[in-house]
């Protein structure tokens, strides 16, 4: 039966992983070392953090530093040992033996899969894991002014609600506008406002989701837009059924960013957001979404474009191949926030602004391999 992993596949294989290893390793100890690591020693002084939770609050750092290293462990890892491997004239004697430059490339492809699976799991499980520990270790800050706005079936506003604070389903400071039917050449009129120094979310007896506001002051407004009655409850419901989940979500996930969430509730998220018609929201939590997907496979693309790199003739400068490499590292992670506006500016479709980098890079491999004429 012929043999699929050869001598050359474990040589080649073990090679880059180890120098990838080596990279990611490096990487993250320059991202973790100089403002991270010291910002923890302060809050350990400070008697801010004990020595165990500063040493678990670094842990929890790692998983959003190895989404980005994956890719450029590999990129760099790739590059180091094919440079090495043509400066020793190993490759020429790969390529005298019959191999085909595909063939030579099968190993690092198939280290690249498996990177590519950590990278995905890493986005969709750890990161979100580690964020919330992190969260528990730092304590969860209420939101300021989170604005929800309840609208008819004429997609017109019934009423906007705005929170100054709230943790789990207590609130604070909460203030009701509700909406007339008069409606004005720039503005919808208001019937009337109501302010509750509490609030809380909860389930009436038949497991509906009701908002319920505390110590609550009614301002009624005529069609003049005057106060004309000033009155005191002890409890007011203010929303109730799907509205009353869904704004609870969306205030919940307002205080999160789209790492803290995996997958399965950040696609929820971002469905409730399209119901909603929170088009800016929407369209840039799809974008994010999108590159879930996307992101782990630059792990393979950066993995062949290294490769390439590492192509080279035994006097040409090593030096070019490593600039090249880091040039596209930084333009990848630098364009990033613009296109993240583009979607949210609905520039451009979330699926091509998440599709383009990798594109791009796509692309730079053809003209990397035309180039290098193998």
């Known amino acids: 039966m012929k043999k699929y992993f050869t001598v050359y596949d474990r040589y080649i294989f073990t090679q880059v992983l180890i120098t990838t290893f080596v990279a990611i390793l490096l990487f993250t100890i320059v991202w973790i070392a100089p403002e991270m690591l010291l910002n923890t020693i302060k809050e350990v002084l400070a008697h801010e953090y004990s020595v165990q939770t500063g040493i678990l609050s670094l842990l ?27 400066k020793d004239s190993e ?30 799991v890493t986005y969709d499980k750890w990161i979100p894991y580690s964020c919330h520990k992190l969260a528990q270790i730092k304590g969860h800050q209420g939101l300021t002014q989170f604005i929800y706005t309840k609208k008819d079936e004429h997609k017109h506003p019934s009423k906007a609600i705005i929170v100054s ?7 604070e400071n909460v ?13 919808h009129g208001l019937s009337s406002i109501d302010v509750g120094q509490k609030g809380h979310k ?46 609870y979500t969306i205030m919940v996930n307002s205080t999160k960013r789209d790492r803290d969430i995996n997958n399965k509730d950040l696609k929820k998220y971002i469905d409730l957001l399209k119901i909603e018609k929170m088009d800016e929201e929407y369209n840039l939590l799809l974008n ?60 451009i479709p979330p699926l091509l602004t998440a599709a383009i980098p990798p594109l791009a890079f796509l692309f730079a491999i053809i003209l990397f391999y035309k180039s290098k004429d193998l």
Not at 68 to 79: E, N, Q, Y
Not at 176 to 184: G, K, M, P, Y
Not at 320 to 345: S, V
Request: contains cysteine; glycine residues 6%; charged residues 20%.
């Open 91 to 120: 490759l020429t004697i790969f390529r005298a033996v019959g191999m085909s430059f595909y063939r030579i490339l099968a190993p690092v492809i198939a280290l690249s899969l498996i990177v590519t699976g950590l990278c995905f």
């Open 202 to 247: 909860t389930l009436d007896k038949n497991g509906n989701p009701v908002w319920i506001i505390e110590d609550v002051t009614s301002y009624n407004i005529n069609e003049e837009g005057i106060f004309e009655k000033i009155s005191k409850t002890k409890s007011k419901e203010i929303l109730r059924g799907e509205s009353a989940e869904a704004a």
């Open 288 to 347: 994010k979404y999108y590159q879930r997907f996307f992101h782990p496979f630059v792990c393979v693309l950066l993995a062949t474009m290294g490769c390439l790199l590492g192509f080279s003739r035994p006097r040409e400068q090593r030096l070019i191949g490593f600039t090249i490499a880091i040039g596209c590292i930084f333009l990848y992670y630098i364009t990033l926030p613009f296109f993240d506006l583009l979607a949210e500016k609905q520039v």
């Open 165 to 171: 604070k709230f943790l789990n389903n207590e609130m």
């Open 60 to 86: 929890y750092e790692l998983p959003k530093i190895l989404g980005k290293a994956f890719p450029v462990g590999l990129l760099l890892g790739s590059l180091f040992t094919f440079d090495k491997l043509s």
């Open 175 to 187: 203030i009701v506008t509700n909406f007339s039917n008069q409606v004005f050449d720039d503005l």
